[in-house]
Protein backbone atom coordinates (compact mmCIF):
# COMPACT_ATOMS: atom_id res chain seq x y z
CA UNK A 1 0.00 0.00 0.00
CA UNK A 2 1.30 3.63 -1.31
CA UNK A 3 0.61 6.38 1.52
CA UNK A 4 -0.45 9.97 0.27
CA UNK A 5 -1.50 13.24 1.76
CA UNK A 6 -3.60 15.80 0.20
CA UNK A 7 -3.03 19.19 1.73
CA UNK A 8 -4.38 22.21 0.56
CA UNK A 9 -7.98 21.55 -0.11
CA UNK A 10 -7.23 20.31 -3.85
CA UNK A 11 -10.52 20.10 -5.28
CA UNK A 12 -11.43 16.12 -4.73
CA UNK A 13 -13.40 15.39 -7.74
CA UNK A 14 -9.82 15.90 -9.55
CA UNK A 15 -8.14 13.40 -7.47
CA UNK A 16 -10.43 10.42 -8.14
CA UNK A 17 -7.93 8.38 -10.24
CA UNK A 18 -6.18 8.85 -7.36
CA UNK A 19 -8.81 8.21 -4.56
CA UNK A 20 -10.31 5.29 -6.48
CA UNK A 21 -7.06 3.04 -6.73
CA UNK A 22 -7.07 0.12 -4.24
CA UNK A 23 -3.35 0.30 -3.48
CA UNK A 24 -3.16 3.66 -3.02
CA UNK A 25 -4.71 5.11 0.98
CA UNK A 26 -4.95 9.26 0.56
CA UNK A 27 -5.59 10.94 3.51
CA UNK A 28 -6.69 14.79 3.03
CA UNK A 29 -6.09 16.96 5.42
CA UNK A 30 -3.11 19.04 7.09
CA UNK A 31 0.34 18.17 7.60
CA UNK A 32 -0.25 18.87 11.35
CA UNK A 33 -3.50 16.94 11.24
CA UNK A 34 -1.45 13.63 10.16
CA UNK A 35 1.79 15.08 12.17
CA UNK A 36 2.32 11.75 13.48
CA UNK A 37 2.25 9.77 10.26
CA UNK A 38 4.50 11.98 8.39
CA UNK A 39 6.77 9.00 7.79
CA UNK A 40 4.76 6.73 5.98
CA UNK A 41 4.13 9.20 3.00
CA UNK A 42 5.70 8.54 -0.39
CA UNK A 43 3.73 11.39 -1.57
CA UNK A 44 2.83 14.54 -0.64
CA UNK A 45 0.33 17.02 -2.42
CA UNK A 46 -0.03 20.42 -1.97
CA UNK A 47 -1.19 23.94 -3.35
CA UNK A 48 0.78 27.10 -2.40
CA UNK A 49 -0.62 27.66 1.59
CA UNK A 50 1.49 24.24 2.83
CA UNK A 51 5.18 25.30 3.31
CA UNK A 52 7.41 21.98 2.18
CA UNK A 53 10.66 23.47 4.21
CA UNK A 54 13.99 21.10 4.66
CA UNK A 55 12.40 20.37 8.22
CA UNK A 56 8.82 19.17 6.80
CA UNK A 57 10.80 17.14 4.32
CA UNK A 58 13.37 15.85 7.05
CA UNK A 59 9.71 14.50 8.91
CA UNK A 60 8.86 12.90 5.80
CA UNK A 61 11.96 10.37 5.25
CA UNK A 62 10.14 7.93 3.20
CA UNK A 63 8.64 10.94 0.73
CA UNK A 64 9.36 10.38 -2.99
CA UNK A 65 7.51 13.02 -4.72
CA UNK A 66 5.60 16.28 -4.07
CA UNK A 67 2.94 17.27 -6.43
CA UNK A 68 1.94 21.00 -6.32
CA UNK A 69 -1.35 21.62 -7.67
CA UNK A 70 -0.57 24.87 -9.41
CA UNK A 71 2.72 26.45 -10.93
CA UNK A 72 4.56 28.22 -8.60
CA UNK A 73 6.63 26.34 -6.32
CA UNK A 74 8.14 28.67 -4.34
CA UNK A 75 6.85 27.21 -1.39
CA UNK A 76 8.64 24.34 -1.61
CA UNK A 77 12.67 24.32 -0.77
CA UNK A 78 13.36 22.67 -4.19
CA UNK A 79 16.78 22.06 -3.34
CA UNK A 80 16.37 20.62 -0.59
CA UNK A 81 13.97 17.98 -2.08
CA UNK A 82 16.55 17.73 -4.63
CA UNK A 83 19.77 16.26 -2.64
CA UNK A 84 17.04 14.48 -0.67
CA UNK A 85 15.77 12.74 -4.15
CA UNK A 86 12.55 13.87 -3.91
CA UNK A 87 10.94 14.55 -7.13
CA UNK A 88 8.80 18.03 -7.37
CA UNK A 89 6.30 18.07 -10.28
CA UNK A 90 3.25 20.71 -10.73
CA UNK A 91 0.42 21.68 -13.01
CA UNK A 92 1.46 24.32 -15.40
CA UNK A 93 -1.06 24.96 -17.24
CA UNK A 94 -4.02 24.02 -15.30
CA UNK A 95 -4.77 27.31 -14.27
CA UNK A 96 -3.28 29.39 -17.01
CA UNK A 97 -6.85 30.56 -18.45
CA UNK A 98 -8.43 31.74 -15.29
CA UNK A 99 -5.02 33.41 -14.04
CA UNK A 100 -5.39 34.92 -16.96
CA UNK A 101 -8.95 35.80 -17.54
CA UNK A 102 -8.52 37.33 -13.20
CA UNK A 103 -5.46 39.27 -14.89
CA UNK A 104 -7.34 40.87 -17.31
CA UNK A 105 -10.18 41.54 -14.99
CA UNK A 106 -8.42 43.27 -12.90
CA UNK A 107 -7.09 45.59 -15.26
CA UNK A 108 -10.47 46.22 -16.52
CA UNK A 109 -11.76 46.97 -13.24
CA UNK A 110 -8.61 49.23 -12.13
CA UNK A 111 -9.24 51.48 -15.41
CA UNK A 112 -12.84 51.51 -14.84
CA UNK A 113 -13.04 52.06 -10.73
CA UNK A 114 -15.24 49.02 -10.39
CA UNK A 115 -14.52 47.95 -7.14
CA UNK A 116 -14.37 51.74 -6.13
CA UNK A 117 -17.48 52.40 -7.63
CA UNK A 118 -19.43 49.40 -6.21
CA UNK A 119 -18.19 50.07 -2.66
CA UNK A 120 -19.05 53.65 -2.78
CA UNK A 121 -22.50 53.20 -4.14
CA UNK A 122 -23.16 50.77 -1.72
CA UNK A 123 -22.12 53.14 0.72
CA UNK A 124 -25.16 55.25 -0.71
CA UNK A 125 -22.87 57.32 -2.50
CA UNK A 126 -23.32 58.14 -6.17
CA UNK A 127 -20.03 59.79 -7.22
CA UNK A 128 -20.20 59.48 -11.08
CA UNK A 129 -17.95 62.08 -11.56
CA UNK A 130 -14.92 60.49 -9.44
CA UNK A 131 -14.63 57.70 -11.46
CA UNK A 132 -13.95 58.80 -14.85
CA UNK A 133 -12.18 55.92 -16.08
CA UNK A 134 -9.61 55.25 -19.06
CA UNK A 135 -10.64 53.27 -22.51
CA UNK A 136 -8.13 49.93 -22.78
CA UNK A 137 -8.36 51.06 -26.54
CA UNK A 138 -5.50 51.89 -28.42
CA UNK A 139 -3.68 51.95 -25.13
CA UNK A 140 -0.35 50.20 -24.76
CA UNK A 141 0.04 46.98 -22.62
CA UNK A 142 3.74 46.19 -21.41
CA UNK A 143 4.11 42.67 -20.29
CA UNK A 144 6.89 41.32 -18.38
CA UNK A 145 7.25 37.85 -18.83
CA UNK A 146 5.88 36.43 -22.15
CA UNK A 147 5.30 32.14 -20.70
CA UNK A 148 1.89 30.72 -20.69
CA UNK A 149 -0.22 33.05 -19.09
CA UNK A 150 1.84 36.32 -20.53
CA UNK A 151 0.63 35.12 -23.69
CA UNK A 152 -2.68 34.33 -23.35
CA UNK A 153 -3.02 37.68 -21.88
CA UNK A 154 -1.69 39.23 -24.79
CA UNK A 155 -4.34 37.84 -27.28
CA UNK A 156 -6.58 39.22 -24.80
CA UNK A 157 -5.55 42.85 -24.92
CA UNK A 158 -4.81 42.44 -28.69
CA UNK A 159 -8.68 41.60 -28.93
CA UNK A 160 -9.61 44.63 -27.45
CA UNK A 161 -7.37 47.04 -29.59
CA UNK A 162 -4.69 47.24 -27.65
CA UNK A 163 -0.97 47.78 -28.24
CA UNK A 164 1.28 45.11 -26.16
CA UNK A 165 4.82 45.67 -26.00
CA UNK A 166 6.71 42.71 -23.93
CA UNK A 167 9.73 42.18 -22.20
CA UNK A 168 10.70 38.45 -22.20
CA UNK A 169 14.51 37.76 -22.64
CA UNK A 170 13.57 34.22 -23.96
CA UNK A 171 11.19 35.76 -26.75
CA UNK A 172 12.07 35.34 -30.66
CA UNK A 173 11.24 38.05 -32.97
CA UNK A 174 9.54 35.18 -34.65
CA UNK A 175 7.52 34.20 -31.92
CA UNK A 176 6.76 38.04 -31.00
CA UNK A 177 5.55 38.34 -34.89
CA UNK A 178 3.15 35.61 -34.74
CA UNK A 179 1.53 36.64 -31.59
CA UNK A 180 1.81 40.29 -33.20
CA UNK A 181 3.29 41.78 -30.12
CA UNK A 182 6.23 43.98 -30.28
CA UNK A 183 9.39 42.41 -28.25
CA UNK A 184 11.08 45.67 -26.85
CA UNK A 185 13.81 45.86 -24.22
CA UNK A 186 13.01 46.36 -20.49
CA UNK A 187 13.65 49.96 -20.58
CA UNK A 188 11.70 50.82 -23.80
CA UNK A 189 8.53 49.18 -21.63
CA UNK A 190 8.53 51.48 -19.16
CA UNK A 191 8.67 54.22 -21.33
CA UNK A 192 5.93 53.65 -23.84
CA UNK A 193 3.63 51.41 -21.69
CA UNK A 194 0.45 52.87 -20.21
CA UNK A 195 -0.07 49.75 -18.52
CA UNK A 196 2.37 47.20 -17.12
CA UNK A 197 1.44 43.87 -15.97
CA UNK A 198 4.16 40.74 -14.43
CA UNK A 199 4.22 37.68 -15.51
CA UNK A 200 7.52 36.30 -14.16
CA UNK A 201 8.24 33.74 -11.54
CA UNK A 202 9.96 35.66 -8.88
CA UNK A 203 13.92 35.01 -8.73
CA UNK A 204 16.35 36.95 -7.41
CA UNK A 205 16.53 38.56 -10.64
CA UNK A 206 12.80 39.71 -11.21
CA UNK A 207 12.64 40.42 -7.32
CA UNK A 208 11.64 44.05 -6.96
CA UNK A 209 11.77 44.34 -11.25
CA UNK A 210 9.42 47.69 -10.82
CA UNK A 211 11.15 49.40 -7.71
CA UNK A 212 11.43 53.16 -6.82
CA UNK A 213 13.90 53.63 -9.93
CA UNK A 214 11.97 52.15 -13.02
CA UNK A 215 9.14 53.29 -11.66
CA UNK A 216 10.29 56.90 -11.96
CA UNK A 217 10.84 55.63 -15.93
CA UNK A 218 7.06 55.18 -16.29
CA UNK A 219 4.56 56.68 -18.28
CA UNK A 220 2.52 59.32 -15.91
CA UNK A 221 -0.42 58.05 -14.75
CA UNK A 222 0.41 54.49 -15.24
CA UNK A 223 -1.09 51.28 -13.68
CA UNK A 224 0.56 48.59 -12.46
CA UNK A 225 -0.59 45.42 -12.07
CA UNK A 226 0.84 42.16 -10.65
CA UNK A 227 -1.30 39.12 -10.27
CA UNK A 228 2.58 36.79 -10.86
CA UNK A 229 4.54 36.73 -7.15
CA UNK A 230 4.72 39.06 -4.73
CA UNK A 231 7.86 40.83 -5.07
CA UNK A 232 8.33 41.38 -8.16
CA UNK A 233 6.56 45.13 -7.43
CA UNK A 234 8.28 46.34 -4.33
CA UNK A 235 5.50 47.30 -2.34
CA UNK A 236 7.07 50.07 -0.63
CA UNK A 237 8.49 51.71 -3.67
CA UNK A 238 4.80 51.95 -5.20
CA UNK A 239 3.68 54.52 -1.44
CA UNK A 240 5.59 58.10 -3.03
CA UNK A 241 4.56 57.26 -6.32
CA UNK A 242 0.66 56.75 -5.83
CA UNK A 243 1.27 60.28 -3.30
CA UNK A 244 2.86 62.39 -5.89
CA UNK A 245 -0.46 60.68 -8.64
CA UNK A 246 2.26 59.59 -10.76
CA UNK A 247 0.72 56.10 -10.54
CA UNK A 248 -2.78 55.97 -11.74
CA UNK A 249 -3.41 52.41 -9.91
CA UNK A 250 -2.47 49.48 -8.90
CA UNK A 251 -3.75 46.02 -8.98
CA UNK A 252 -2.34 43.01 -6.89
CA UNK A 253 -3.78 39.41 -6.42
CA UNK A 254 -0.64 38.76 -4.62
CA UNK A 255 2.10 39.75 -1.76
CA UNK A 256 5.05 40.07 -0.56
CA UNK A 257 3.69 38.48 2.83
CA UNK A 258 0.09 36.80 2.58
CA UNK A 259 -1.98 37.07 3.61
CA UNK A 260 -0.89 40.72 4.39
CA UNK A 261 -1.00 43.00 7.38
CA UNK A 262 -4.26 44.31 8.31
CA UNK A 263 -2.70 47.85 8.30
CA UNK A 264 -0.54 47.24 5.33
CA UNK A 265 -0.33 50.90 4.13
CA UNK A 266 -1.27 50.12 0.43
CA UNK A 267 -4.72 48.77 1.48
CA UNK A 268 -5.37 51.86 2.40
CA UNK A 269 -5.29 54.08 -1.02
CA UNK A 270 -8.64 54.08 -2.94
CA UNK A 271 -6.29 53.62 -6.09
CA UNK A 272 -5.30 50.60 -5.10
CA UNK A 273 -7.44 47.46 -5.71
CA UNK A 274 -6.46 43.99 -4.56
CA UNK A 275 -7.67 40.21 -4.38
CA UNK A 276 -6.49 37.85 -1.85
CA UNK A 277 -4.56 35.25 -4.43
CA UNK A 278 -7.40 34.70 -6.66
CA UNK A 279 -6.12 33.71 -9.95
CA UNK A 280 -6.21 30.49 -10.26
CA UNK A 281 -9.76 30.22 -7.94
CA UNK A 282 -12.05 28.78 -10.33
CA UNK A 283 -13.76 25.77 -10.40
CA UNK A 284 -12.08 25.13 -14.11
CA UNK A 285 -8.57 25.81 -12.93
CA UNK A 286 -9.25 23.76 -9.30
CA UNK A 287 -10.33 20.88 -11.26
CA UNK A 288 -7.56 21.08 -14.39
CA UNK A 289 -4.56 21.04 -11.83
CA UNK A 290 -6.22 18.52 -9.36
CA UNK A 291 -6.42 16.16 -11.86
CA UNK A 292 -3.16 16.93 -13.48
CA UNK A 293 -1.40 16.22 -10.36
CA UNK A 294 -3.82 13.35 -9.48
CA UNK A 295 -2.00 11.76 -13.09
CA UNK A 296 1.83 12.75 -11.98
CA UNK A 297 1.68 10.94 -8.63
CA UNK A 298 -0.19 7.88 -9.92
CA UNK A 299 1.62 7.47 -12.98
CA UNK A 300 5.14 7.59 -10.37
CA UNK A 301 3.57 5.25 -8.33
CA UNK A 302 3.66 2.88 -10.84
CA UNK A 303 6.75 3.65 -12.07
CA UNK A 304 5.52 5.23 -15.36
CA UNK A 305 6.75 8.44 -17.29
CA UNK A 306 5.80 11.47 -14.73
CA UNK A 307 5.98 14.82 -17.72
CA UNK A 308 6.13 17.68 -15.01
CA UNK A 309 8.94 17.14 -12.76
CA UNK A 310 10.57 20.17 -12.53
CA UNK A 311 13.80 19.27 -11.22
CA UNK A 312 14.16 16.44 -13.50
CA UNK A 313 14.53 16.46 -17.74
CA UNK A 314 10.48 16.33 -19.00
CA UNK A 315 10.07 14.35 -21.71
CA UNK A 316 6.73 13.21 -23.29
CA UNK A 317 4.36 10.24 -23.17
CA UNK A 318 5.95 9.17 -26.68
CA UNK A 319 9.63 10.12 -26.08
CA UNK A 320 9.21 8.44 -22.97
CA UNK A 321 8.18 5.34 -24.95
CA UNK A 322 11.44 4.87 -26.80
CA UNK A 323 13.78 6.14 -24.35
CA UNK A 324 12.01 3.18 -21.61
CA UNK A 325 14.62 0.28 -23.26
CA UNK A 326 17.23 2.13 -22.77
CA UNK A 327 16.92 2.76 -18.96
CA UNK A 328 17.12 -0.85 -17.73
CA UNK A 329 20.79 -0.84 -19.88
CA UNK A 330 21.75 2.34 -18.29
CA UNK A 331 20.71 1.03 -14.59
CA UNK A 332 23.09 -1.96 -15.49
CA UNK A 333 25.79 -0.30 -17.16
CA UNK A 334 26.13 2.12 -13.92
CA UNK A 335 25.98 -0.41 -11.46
CA UNK A 336 28.81 -2.49 -13.45
CA UNK A 337 30.96 0.18 -13.99
CA UNK A 338 31.13 1.16 -10.19
CA UNK A 339 31.36 -2.35 -9.02
CA UNK A 340 34.20 -2.98 -11.63
CA UNK A 341 35.76 -0.13 -10.90
CA UNK A 342 36.86 0.14 -7.03
CA UNK A 343 38.75 3.17 -6.86
CA UNK A 344 38.53 6.92 -6.31
CA UNK A 345 36.46 8.21 -9.64
CA UNK A 346 36.48 11.64 -10.71
CA UNK A 347 34.96 11.49 -14.92
CA UNK A 348 32.83 9.75 -16.30
CA UNK A 349 31.78 10.40 -20.01
CA UNK A 350 29.14 8.80 -21.53
CA UNK A 351 28.47 8.93 -25.40
CA UNK A 352 25.32 7.75 -27.51
CA UNK A 353 25.21 6.57 -30.99
CA UNK A 354 22.82 5.78 -33.47
CA UNK A 355 19.01 5.73 -32.74
CA UNK A 356 20.25 7.35 -29.64
CA UNK A 357 21.42 10.65 -31.04
CA UNK A 358 17.29 11.38 -32.12
CA UNK A 359 16.55 11.32 -28.52
CA UNK A 360 16.83 13.70 -25.21
CA UNK A 361 19.46 11.77 -23.40
CA UNK A 362 19.80 13.29 -20.34
CA UNK A 363 17.40 11.68 -18.55
CA UNK A 364 19.46 8.44 -19.38
CA UNK A 365 22.88 9.75 -17.98
CA UNK A 366 21.07 10.75 -15.09
CA UNK A 367 19.89 6.80 -14.78
CA UNK A 368 23.38 5.59 -15.50
CA UNK A 369 24.60 8.13 -12.90
CA UNK A 370 22.56 7.34 -10.19
CA UNK A 371 22.96 3.51 -10.77
CA UNK A 372 26.19 4.32 -10.32
CA UNK A 373 26.75 6.23 -7.30
CA UNK A 374 23.99 3.90 -5.56
CA UNK A 375 26.16 0.89 -5.23
CA UNK A 376 29.11 3.19 -3.52
CA UNK A 377 26.74 5.30 -1.39
CA UNK A 378 24.25 4.44 1.85
CA UNK A 379 22.09 7.01 0.78
CA UNK A 380 19.08 7.49 -1.59
CA UNK A 381 20.03 8.06 -4.86
CA UNK A 382 18.11 9.02 -7.93
CA UNK A 383 17.87 10.66 -11.63
CA UNK A 384 16.26 14.34 -9.16
CA UNK A 385 19.72 14.44 -6.74
CA UNK A 386 22.29 12.42 -8.86
CA UNK A 387 24.06 15.16 -10.38
CA UNK A 388 24.58 17.05 -7.10
CA UNK A 389 26.11 14.05 -5.48
CA UNK A 390 28.44 13.58 -8.53
CA UNK A 391 29.41 17.21 -7.85
CA UNK A 392 29.47 17.12 -3.95
CA UNK A 393 31.43 14.02 -4.63
CA UNK A 394 34.34 16.01 -7.18
CA UNK A 395 32.93 13.52 -9.74
CA UNK A 396 32.35 15.04 -12.80
CA UNK A 397 30.50 13.62 -15.70
CA UNK A 398 29.47 14.39 -19.38
CA UNK A 399 27.45 13.01 -22.59
CA UNK A 400 28.10 13.27 -26.07
CA UNK A 401 26.25 11.89 -29.49
CA UNK A 402 28.20 10.31 -31.54
CA UNK A 403 28.30 8.58 -35.19
CA UNK A 404 30.46 5.64 -33.65
CA UNK A 405 27.60 2.54 -34.40
CA UNK A 406 30.28 0.02 -34.31
CA UNK A 407 27.58 -1.71 -36.14
CA UNK A 408 24.94 -1.59 -34.01
CA UNK A 409 21.43 0.18 -34.29
CA UNK A 410 21.88 2.22 -30.59
CA UNK A 411 25.27 2.11 -28.53
CA UNK A 412 25.93 3.76 -25.61
CA UNK A 413 29.34 3.71 -24.62
CA UNK A 414 31.03 4.68 -20.97
CA UNK A 415 33.81 5.48 -20.00
CA UNK A 416 34.66 6.30 -16.23
CA UNK A 417 38.00 7.48 -15.07
CA UNK A 418 39.48 7.17 -11.95
CA UNK A 419 43.63 8.46 -10.38
CA UNK A 420 44.57 4.50 -11.28
CA UNK A 421 42.62 3.24 -13.63
CA UNK A 422 40.20 3.54 -16.71
CA UNK A 423 36.94 1.62 -16.85
CA UNK A 424 35.02 1.26 -20.08
CA UNK A 425 31.95 -0.55 -21.29
CA UNK A 426 29.59 -0.20 -24.12
CA UNK A 427 26.50 -1.46 -24.26
CA UNK A 428 23.35 -1.82 -26.77
CA UNK A 429 19.39 -2.83 -26.87
CA UNK A 430 18.16 -5.29 -29.85
CA UNK A 431 14.51 -5.93 -29.36
CA UNK A 432 14.66 -9.47 -29.57
CA UNK A 433 17.62 -10.21 -27.26
CA UNK A 434 17.20 -7.60 -24.55
CA UNK A 435 19.92 -5.69 -23.31
CA UNK A 436 23.69 -6.24 -24.42
CA UNK A 437 27.09 -5.86 -23.27
CA UNK A 438 29.41 -5.78 -26.17
CA UNK A 439 32.79 -4.41 -24.90
CA UNK A 440 34.53 -4.84 -21.83
CA UNK A 441 37.47 -2.74 -21.11
CA UNK A 442 38.44 -2.55 -25.16
CA UNK A 443 37.59 -6.48 -24.93
CA UNK A 444 34.68 -7.31 -27.38
CA UNK A 445 32.28 -9.78 -25.50
CA UNK A 446 28.42 -10.30 -25.60
CA UNK A 447 26.55 -11.06 -22.39
CA UNK A 448 23.32 -10.51 -21.06
CA UNK A 449 23.53 -8.26 -17.95
CA UNK A 450 21.04 -9.79 -15.65
CA UNK A 451 22.03 -11.51 -11.83
CA UNK A 452 25.27 -12.32 -10.17
CA UNK A 453 27.91 -11.79 -12.29
CA UNK A 454 31.45 -12.31 -12.20
CA UNK A 455 34.29 -10.73 -14.49
CA UNK A 456 37.71 -12.35 -14.40
CA UNK A 457 41.30 -10.66 -15.97
CA UNK A 458 43.27 -13.19 -17.22
CA UNK A 459 46.41 -14.27 -19.89
CA UNK A 460 45.12 -16.03 -22.97
CA UNK A 461 46.96 -19.65 -22.18
CA UNK A 462 45.18 -23.03 -21.77
CA UNK A 463 43.86 -24.32 -19.17
CA UNK A 464 42.76 -21.05 -17.90
CA UNK A 465 38.67 -21.64 -18.38
CA UNK A 466 38.94 -25.03 -17.21
CA UNK A 467 40.79 -24.46 -13.51
CA UNK A 468 37.83 -21.52 -13.02
CA UNK A 469 35.35 -23.85 -14.04
CA UNK A 470 37.37 -26.58 -11.38
CA UNK A 471 37.53 -23.97 -8.85
CA UNK A 472 33.73 -22.92 -8.78
CA UNK A 473 32.86 -26.94 -9.22
CA UNK A 474 34.52 -27.13 -6.02
CA UNK A 475 32.53 -24.95 -4.41
CA UNK A 476 29.38 -26.17 -5.79
CA UNK A 477 28.89 -23.12 -7.97
CA UNK A 478 26.88 -23.69 -10.87
CA UNK A 479 27.69 -21.64 -14.18
CA UNK A 480 24.72 -20.20 -15.74
CA UNK A 481 26.49 -18.76 -18.39
CA UNK A 482 30.01 -17.98 -19.64
CA UNK A 483 31.21 -15.44 -22.43
CA UNK A 484 35.21 -15.23 -23.10
CA UNK A 485 37.02 -12.16 -25.18
CA UNK A 486 40.52 -11.38 -26.31
CA UNK A 487 41.87 -8.54 -27.90
CA UNK A 488 45.28 -11.08 -29.65
CA UNK A 489 45.81 -14.20 -29.35
CA UNK A 490 47.80 -15.24 -25.97
CA UNK A 491 47.21 -11.69 -24.81
CA UNK A 492 45.08 -10.32 -22.17
CA UNK A 493 41.71 -11.75 -21.86
CA UNK A 494 38.38 -11.67 -19.96
CA UNK A 495 35.64 -13.57 -18.85
CA UNK A 496 32.16 -12.73 -17.91
CA UNK A 497 30.35 -15.82 -15.92
CA UNK A 498 26.71 -15.45 -14.42
CA UNK A 499 25.28 -17.61 -11.64
CA UNK A 500 21.84 -18.23 -10.60
CA UNK A 501 22.75 -16.55 -7.13
CA UNK A 502 24.51 -15.10 -5.11
CA UNK A 503 28.37 -16.28 -4.70
CA UNK A 504 30.29 -16.95 -1.50
CA UNK A 505 32.32 -13.69 -0.78
CA UNK A 506 35.69 -14.85 -1.05
CA UNK A 507 35.42 -16.47 -4.13
CA UNK A 508 37.87 -13.78 -5.36
CA UNK A 509 40.72 -13.94 -3.64
CA UNK A 510 40.19 -17.74 -4.22
CA UNK A 511 40.22 -17.20 -7.98
CA UNK A 512 42.49 -14.53 -8.10
CA UNK A 513 45.47 -17.45 -6.89
CA UNK A 514 44.54 -19.38 -9.79
CA UNK A 515 47.60 -19.25 -12.20
CA UNK A 516 47.44 -16.72 -14.77
CA UNK A 517 44.03 -14.96 -13.57
CA UNK A 518 45.43 -11.18 -12.89
CA UNK A 519 41.96 -9.77 -11.38
CA UNK A 520 38.60 -11.03 -10.79
CA UNK A 521 35.44 -9.03 -9.65
CA UNK A 522 32.10 -9.79 -8.22
CA UNK A 523 29.18 -7.83 -9.60
CA UNK A 524 26.32 -8.64 -7.77
CA UNK A 525 22.45 -7.92 -8.08
CA UNK A 526 22.77 -6.91 -11.38
N1 LIG B 1 -2.11 34.66 -9.09
C1 LIG B 1 -2.19 33.38 -9.24
O1 LIG B 1 -3.02 32.72 -8.63
C2 LIG B 1 -1.26 32.68 -10.18
C3 LIG B 1 -1.71 31.57 -10.89
C4 LIG B 1 -0.83 30.94 -11.78
C5 LIG B 1 0.45 31.42 -11.93
N2 LIG B 1 0.85 32.47 -11.20
C6 LIG B 1 2.20 33.00 -11.35
O2 LIG B 1 2.26 33.70 -12.59
C7 LIG B 1 3.60 33.72 -13.07
C8 LIG B 1 3.63 33.33 -14.53
O3 LIG B 1 3.12 32.03 -14.71
P1 LIG B 1 3.23 31.28 -16.13
O4 LIG B 1 2.49 30.01 -15.99
O5 LIG B 1 2.92 32.20 -17.24
O6 LIG B 1 4.80 30.99 -16.11
P2 LIG B 1 5.74 30.65 -17.36
O7 LIG B 1 6.88 29.90 -16.81
O8 LIG B 1 4.96 30.06 -18.47
O9 LIG B 1 6.25 32.09 -17.83
C9 LIG B 1 7.19 32.85 -17.15
C10 LIG B 1 7.88 33.74 -18.18
O10 LIG B 1 8.69 34.67 -17.51
C11 LIG B 1 9.84 34.90 -18.30
N3 LIG B 1 10.89 35.47 -17.48
C12 LIG B 1 11.67 34.86 -16.55
N4 LIG B 1 12.52 35.75 -16.01
C13 LIG B 1 12.28 36.94 -16.61
C14 LIG B 1 12.84 38.23 -16.47
N5 LIG B 1 13.83 38.47 -15.61
N6 LIG B 1 12.34 39.22 -17.23
C15 LIG B 1 11.35 38.99 -18.11
N7 LIG B 1 10.78 37.78 -18.30
C16 LIG B 1 11.24 36.77 -17.55
C17 LIG B 1 10.18 33.52 -18.82
O11 LIG B 1 11.00 33.60 -19.98
C18 LIG B 1 8.80 32.97 -19.13
O12 LIG B 1 8.45 33.22 -20.48
C19 LIG B 1 4.36 32.81 -12.13
O13 LIG B 1 4.99 33.59 -11.15
C20 LIG B 1 3.28 31.97 -11.46
O14 LIG B 1 3.68 31.49 -10.21
C21 LIG B 1 0.03 33.13 -10.34
O1 LIG C 1 1.24 29.42 -8.69
C1 LIG C 1 0.03 29.22 -8.81
O2 LIG C 1 -0.43 28.26 -9.44
C2 LIG C 1 -0.91 30.21 -8.22
O3 LIG C 1 -0.24 31.13 -7.43
C3 LIG C 1 -2.08 29.63 -7.52
O4 LIG C 1 -1.74 29.06 -6.31
P1 LIG C 1 -2.87 28.39 -5.40
O5 LIG C 1 -3.60 27.43 -6.26
O6 LIG C 1 -2.14 27.72 -4.32
O7 LIG C 1 -3.75 29.47 -4.95
Redesign the pocket.
Known amino acids: MAYVLVT?GIKEDGLQPLLNESTIQCDIGSLNEFSDRLNQYEALL????TKVTAEVLNQMPNLKIVA????????IDLDAATKRGVIVV??PD??TIS?TEHTFAMIASLVRNIPQGTSSLKSGKWMRKDYVGTELYGKTLGIVGMGRIGTELSRRARAFGMNVAVFDPFLTNDRAQKLDVESVEFDHLLDVADIITVHTPLTDKTRGLLNEETIARTKKGVFLINC??GGIIDEKALIPYLDSGHIGGVALD?FESEPPEHNHPLLGYDQVIVTP?????TKE??LN?AAQVADEVLYFLQDKPIRNAINLPGFSKEEYEKIKPYYELTRKMGSILSQCMKSAVNLVEVSYAGKLTELDTAILTRNLMASFLKSRLDTTVNEVNAPSIARERGITYGEKHSSETHGYSNLISVTVQGDKETFSLQGTYIKEYGDRITQLNGFDIDFHPQGHLLYIQHNDRPGVIGNVGKVLGEHEINIATMQVGRKTAGGEAIMMLSFDSELPKNIEETLESVQDIVKVEQIGGV
Open positions: DVRSARAGVGVDNNAGNTARVHLGASAQV
